[in-house]
């Protein structure tokens, strides 16, 4: 009998950490698929909060929270010299690596799109034109732009249609050295139905309604409040809720961010008191199971993991084209898809649509017959990646 050989895969990221975010949770949601299924996956990372059997922390001896890129490269191909690795795939644009995977898009594209993200026209331009006044910034986008310039560079795996056109546009790259390997996420996460029907009713505590009134709750959750287009949803709430037909719609917001901002604006539209913000939720699962949809009318997402979590709860979506997650729904039959979130009538249109209780249940019931909550996980992104792995090392020998 032949003995299996097992692959031996590293997955480079900069902080061990998934309390810093989606990038970071989506790392080890795949590594632990991957580890499921016979692979020999370790996380290298310059920072973490701990070193455990498939984290090896490279820079922990390093000052501050995080660690340059050049010291982390020297690190990293110090170790990989002496461990040996299959496939070295990288969050980070490191050009000896075999895949480069970046969680956030494109650099170029996302200052771009970060600049977009500002109402007033001075500050958008002043971003545009001092963005790579931070250092970090313009090492990361010298060294992708390096990285797509070398024939012999590694593959870019792109979360989305979205960021492979990027690095098509911005650095000229073919299809042969991009391929989509769209996001996943972790499906079937349990829901605390004690803790889920008591946010519930503190939402509707807080909005001074009852379970008779039959509130429409729709649901925003971020961490950049800004970049997310949360001024642009709130005045298509208003615009909306000035109609008859979003007369039972709430917004519930949800995040990390500072709200200040945006319950002014709420309080100036008139509508502070349809509009409840949360602050940052542990677990986004219990919300999703009390909100009838999901909206986030972002200006940049190369994939947005919200978006997917909330298909995979059968939940209608609102999103714009600026998000990768696009390409796992059809528009006008699990969500809408605005073009621009700038676009306050469409946004508001797209509120009032799903104000209606029926089209809520047409969209949920579509989302499950079409079981988008396979197409959305995390075990299809695995099984995606580990094709592309075999191709390189078919490729390579």
Known sequence: MV??????IAIILERADISLGGAQRSVF???GVLSAQDYKVEVLAAKGKGQTKNVRILCKDEPGRRTGLIRFAKALRE???????????STLPFDFVDLYQPRGGCFAESVLRNAASYENVFIERYKRITAF???????LLRAEKKLCKNPDGPVIAALSSYVAE????HYGLGSERVKIIPNGVKINKRVDSSQSNRLREQILMRLSIKEADEPILFLFVANNFRLKGLSSLIRAANTAMLGKSAKSAYLIVAGRDGSGKYRHLAAKLGIEKRVVFLGNLRHIQNALSIADVAVLPTFYDPASRFILEALAAATPVITTRYNGAIDLFVNDRHGRVIERPEDITALADAIAYFSNRQNIEQTSQAIIEDNLKEKVSIARAAKEIKLLYQSIIKERK
């Open 3 to 8: 003995e299996k050989m097992t692959v031996r």
């Open 29 to 31: 949601e795949l590594a």
């Open 79 to 89: 170790y990989i010299a002496e461990h040996h690795y299959d496939i070295v795939h």
């Open 133 to 139: 006044a931070n250092l970090r910034r313009t090492i």
């Open 166 to 169: 990027q690095f098509k546009r």
